[in-house]
């Protein structure tokens, strides 16, 4: 079982829906982040998260420790949001470890 | 303009042939990071710096040998290419890393290809 699990794998929708990805771990963390892969290749940052909510323009990310669980949000979505979005997080200082751990991403399509 | 840069972009070569791909950033960041990305499997991490002199494996470091003499330099080295090396590569800075936690700057990506 993969440490960062992203679901769907996959979602198509129509343009304006509002759009949910979610992310759970099994792992203590220090940090969440959201990325974002255009076709093409390029990856950016979109958020970084250790708790609550953040906001940038139509994009929410949230995140529950308690839970291990968060959610990136895309209201209003538009054709251009359509990329691979992808969930890492930075194993807390406990776990002794550097590593930075993906998800497999979600690839995002939405439709005109 | 801050950014991380990756040399070169595209790279066809042949199994055995040594090469080197490098990554350059210029917001004196001390992390720095190679990350591999393969169909079905995402981005995998290949080796991390924590700052000058020190480097780490990461989750698929065989086949690849990395050095960071100076901070703003991370050459990812594979001595000799095998054809599952084919993929996209990335390489990755940020101020801090690994539990401390920090937003990552990519660079745009090597897709490499082994004959």
């Known amino acids: 079982k993969n440490e960062v699990e992203q679901s769907p794998q996959n979602l198509t929708a129509q343009e304006g829906e509002f759009i949910t990805i979610n992310c759970s771990y099994s792992?203590?963390?220090?940090?969440l982040h959201w990325l974002q892969q255009h076709p093409g290749g390029g990856i950016v940052s979109l958020f970084m998260l250790s708790s609550g909510k953040k906001k940038h323009g139509r994009l929410i990310a949230t995140i529950n420790i308690q839970e291990k669980h968060s959610s990136l949000h895309i209201t209003a979505s538009h054709p251009r949001d359509s990329a691979v979005y992808i969930c890492?997080?930075?194993?807390?200082?406990?776990?002794?470890?550097?590593?930075?751990?993906f998800g497999k991403g979600t690839r995002l399509h939405i439709l005109p | 303009e801050a950014q991380v840069t990756q040399n070169p972009r595209y790279l066809i070569t042949v199994t055995g042939k040594k090469l080197t791909v490098t990554c350059s950033q210029n917001?004196?960041?001390?992390?720095m990071s190679w990350y591999r990305q393969d169909p079905g499997l995402g981005l995998r991490q290949i080796y991390y710096?924590?700052?000058?002199?020190?480097?780490d494996k990461g989750d698929v470091p065989e086949g690849y040998k990395v050095s960071r003499k100076e901070k703003r330099n991370f050459p990812l080295i594979l001595e000799s290419p095998s054809p599952n090396q084919t993929s996209l590569y990335f390489c990755?800075?940020?101020?801090?890393?690994?539990?401390?936690?920090?937003?990552?700057?990519f660079g745009p990506g090597t897709r490499l290809t082994v004959l």
């Open positions: 710096s924590m700052n000058v002199e020190v480097t």
């Open positions: 792992v203590g963390i220090s940090a």
């Open positions: 917001m004196n960041h001390e992390y």
């Open positions: 990755a800075s940020s101020y801090f890393g690994g539990s401390y936690g920090d937003e990552q700057f």
């Open positions: 890492a997080v930075n194993p807390s200082l406990l776990n002794r470890d550097d590593k930075i751990i």
